[in-house]
């Protein structure tokens, strides 16, 4: 009696018998292509460049706060992802494609709050938050003081930043594209002569997130831009009482 042949595969309680009408019709050795055209391509690793920088920069952040990377090292890195950002999304396909981070997160089902936070403001940590130690005088009212060190070739810099910035103003230049990284260099310069608060320095990054959430070629309005004016005017003045 010959014994049974074992099965070369696990039972199951149904039995399935395939339908050859509904056989694959295509060649399943043959690479599949994602993308129709060149232009597809490019657009598909666009914006997978971008899925890349959003959670790269929200680790960053994450690392950052642990203090598992310096603060130059940070700001370094932020800042060329910004910067990686923005220019990708420079060109129009993959802008309407995108539509906005909103929207790409959700497509995505991505979450990344912080490299949401960072996105929004366009700065790195560094150089948003200003700290807020003082210089207290004998016998005075605690002040803000050039950051130790500063030299007058930095305080120089700084300063011309601030009329390069206002003399933009005043020439009407008040599009995004001419004014974020001019307002990006003030604050920047700013940071290296000192690290202490001072008036109105607030409305420097406040301003800087306001052009940052502006389209590249959206100008600002006749009432927004001396109002932003005015507020550059007040921290230039403020910044010079620092040096006092």
Same mark, same amino acid.
Request: with cysteine; charged share 25%; hydrophobic share 35%.
């Given at each position: 009696?010959?014994?049974?042949?074992?099965?070369?595969?696990?039972?199951?309680?149904?039995?399935?018998?395939?339908?050859?009408? +509904?056989?694959?019709?295509?060649? +399943?050795?043959?690479?599949?292509? +994602?993308?129709?055209?060149?232009?597809?391509?490019? +657009?598909?690793?666009?914006?997978?460049?971008?899925?890349?920088?959003?959670?790269?920069?929200?680790?960053?952040?994450?690392?950052?706060?642990?203090?598992?990377?310096?603060?130059?090292?940070?700001?370094?890195?932020?800042?060329?992802?910004?910067?990686?950002?923005?220019?990708? $999304?420079?060109d129009e396909t993959v802008s309407r494609e995108f539509v906005d981070l909103e929207t790409f997160k959700r497509m995505w089902q991505l979450e990344c709050p912080r490299a949401t936070e960072r996105l929004r403001i366009g700065l790195p940590a560094t150089i948003e938050q200003a700290s807020h130690g003082t210089h207290t005088?004998?016998?005075?009212?605690?002040?803000?003081?050039?950051? *130790?060190? *500063?030299?007058?070739?930095?305080?120089?810099?700084?300063?011309?930043?601030?009329?390069?910035?206002?003399?933009?103003?005043?020439?009407?230049?008040?599009? !995004?594209?001419?004014?974020?990284?001019?307002?990006?260099?003030?604050?920047?310069?700013?940071?290296?002569?000192?690290?202490?608060?001072?008036?109105?320095?607030?409305?420097?990054?406040?301003?800087?997130?306001?052009?940052?959430?502006?389209?590249?070629?959206?100008?600002?309005?006749?009432?927004?831009?001396?109002?932003?004016?005015?507020?550059?005017?007040?921290?230039?003045?403020?910044? !010079?009482?620092? $040096?006092?």
């Amino acid at each position: 009696m010959h014994s049974q042949r074992p099965l070369s595969y696990a039972p199951t309680p149904y039995s399935y018998t395939p339908n050859p009408a +509904l056989s694959a019709t295509i060649n +399943l050795d043959e690479e599949v292509k +994602l993308a129709s055209s060149s232009a597809e391509r490019d +657009l598909y690793e666009s914006l997978a460049e971008i899925y890349s920088i959003i959670v790269t920069l929200d680790g960053l952040e994450k690392a950052y706060i642990r203090d598992a990377i310096s603060e130059s090292e940070y700001t370094e890195t932020c800042a060329r992802l910004l910067k990686q950002y923005k220019s990708t $999304l420079a060109d129009e396909t993959v802008s309407r494609e995108f539509v906005d981070l909103e929207t790409f997160k959700r497509m995505w089902q991505l979450e990344c709050p912080r490299a949401t936070e960072r996105l929004r403001i366009g700065l790195p940590a560094t150089i948003e938050q200003a700290s807020h130690g003082t210089h207290t005088p004998s016998g005075g009212m605690p002040t803000s003081a050039p950051a *130790a060190g *500063a030299s007058g070739s930095l305080i120089l810099i700084a300063t011309e930043n601030f009329i390069t910035f206002l003399d933009a103003l005043k020439l009407n230049m008040v599009s !995004k594209d001419a004014l974020h990284p001019l307002l990006s260099e003030v604050i920047q310069s700013v940071n290296k002569v000192t690290d202490r608060d001072f008036e109105s320095r607030g409305k420097i990054i406040q301003w800087l997130i306001t052009l940052n959430q502006m389209r590249a070629t959206e100008e600002l309005s006749e009432e927004q831009a001396r109002e932003l004016s005015f507020d550059i005017e007040q921290a230039y003045q403020g910044f !010079k009482a620092t $040096l006092n």
